[in-house]
């Protein structure tokens, strides 16, 4: 059965004036971009059903990118396996990107963020976005990867230009294009250096290794290397930017995590959940199948929108309200399913790191609201400026 379904356009400008969870008519729209999953029940059931592919591909292929290096890449990148292919490449990665990994950077980090803010001046206003938010995250990926540090701002602007992908604007399809062709032949030399130099703890040391014991080929070597780059950055720098911009506005929960710092981990979580920075993720239907009592066509685009399933309220109780300590707080913001997030974890630990280093060395720290811009396109959050008083 098919039933008749409501209007939504989810990158649409205005697509956050929804508060959140199921419209009227039900969970499940539609629109010129297709299919719009609006409650966390089903967004979890899409999220988790193999049978809807990653659409990055079809992206690329929407913007005029259907050959050559960039097109291969993609249709050969984790993102699009499935099945046993999907497990292989994966679990390795996801092993090297686990617990104890996180862990284990947190010393390295700390020393990361204190090099970082040591260029702050805290006698006036600082632009915290840029100075630390911006630079962190190709700081730490340079750390993980093996990668000189002075590499850093290459990284930081590689993974932006390459993810302007989502920001669903064929005009930039020359720089997406110029950006990957970039970020091959820096990986082509940093991998080649590595090898004649000697293999060492990192994660590309690792992956040259898996490629060596035979479990990788020399091009899925290459298409998981380069597939950390992209995601290594632009996102984190956003939602640590959220993160902070969130926390120090609510004086109240700020004054909490100073007096226990204990709740940051749990603080980070509840802003990830209202402000997650992938909006939308989007799928394709590999074949017909049945929502909600509504058949998706073979084919279809549906689009998972990630900010409305994290406040919808048969779900999260006061769903717009900052609540510390909210019990069952699992967002959707690093998805769900065999594709969830496989950096999420090292995400979480630079978020909270940032925090606790403010809370720690700046308890008074607020926001200069006429030197900060949060924005939203494509259906993501962003952090255009955060200007940050640090001694108020």
């Known amino acids: 059965m098919t039933t008749a379904l409501p209007h939504f356009e989810p990158f649409s400008p205005d697509a956050l004036a929804h508060p959140g969870g199921a419209l009227t008519e039900g969970p499940l729209a539609l629109g010129s971009a297709g299919y719009t999953v609006l409650s966390f029940e089903l967004a979890t059931t899409v999220l988790r059903d193999k049978r809807f592919q990653n659409a990055a591909l079809k992206l690329m292929e929407d913007f005029g990118i259907t050959d050559g290096p960039v097109h291969d890449f993609r249709a050969h990148s984790l993102l699009m396996a499935d099945g046993p292919r999907h497990l292989r490449l994966r679990t390795p990665l996801a092993r090297f990107m686990g617990p104890a990994t996180v862990e284990n950077i947190r010393g390295a980090l ?9 260029g702050l001046d805290p006698s006036a206003p600082v632009d915290f976005h840029g100075a630390v938010d911006r630079r962190l995250p190709a700081r730490v990926y340079c750390y993980l990867a093996g990668a000189p540090a002075e590499d850093a701002p290459k990284v930081a602007s590689l993974s932006e230009r390459t993810l302007s992908l989502l920001n669903r604007d064929p005009s930039l399809t020359p720089v997406i294009v110029g950006a990957y062709d970039e970020l091959f032949a820096y990986l082509e030399d940093l991998v080649a250096r590595k090898r004649t130099q000697g293999l060492g703890e990192d994660m590309l040391s690792f992956l040259i290794a898996q490629h060596d014991a035979g479990k990788l080929s020399e091009k899925e070597l290459f298409n998981e290397a380069a597939a950390m780059l992209e995601a290594s950055s632009v996102n984190t720098t956003h939602q640590t930017g959220l993160v902070v911009w969130t926390l120090l506005r609510d004086r109240e929960i700020w004054q909490r995590l100073v007096e226990d710092p204990a709740l940051i981990p749990a603080a980070i979580v509840e802003v990830l959940r209202l402000y997650p920075r992938p909006g939308v993720v989007s799928r394709i ?46 967002p959707l913001t690093f998805s769900t399913g065999s594709h969830n997030c496989l950096g999420q974890g090292l995400a979480k630990v630079e978020m909270e ?35 940050v008083d640090l001694r108020s």
């Open 285 to 330: 239907a590999t074949e017909d199948v049945e929502l909600n009592g509504t058949v998706v066509p073979a084919g279809s685009d549906i689009h998972v929108a990630v900010w409305s399933a994290n406040r919808d309220p048969a779900r999260f109780e006061d769903p717009a309200d900052f609540v510390l300590g909210r019990e069952r707080n699992q």
């Open 353 to 387: 790191e940032v925090v606790s280093y403010l809370v720690e060395r700046f308890p008074n720290a607020v926001v200069v609201e006429e030197g900060t811009e949060i924005g939203q396109a494509g259906g993501r959050w962003l952090v255009k400026s955060l200007t």
């Open 110 to 118: 700390r020393q990361i963020i204190q090099d970082l803010a040591a």
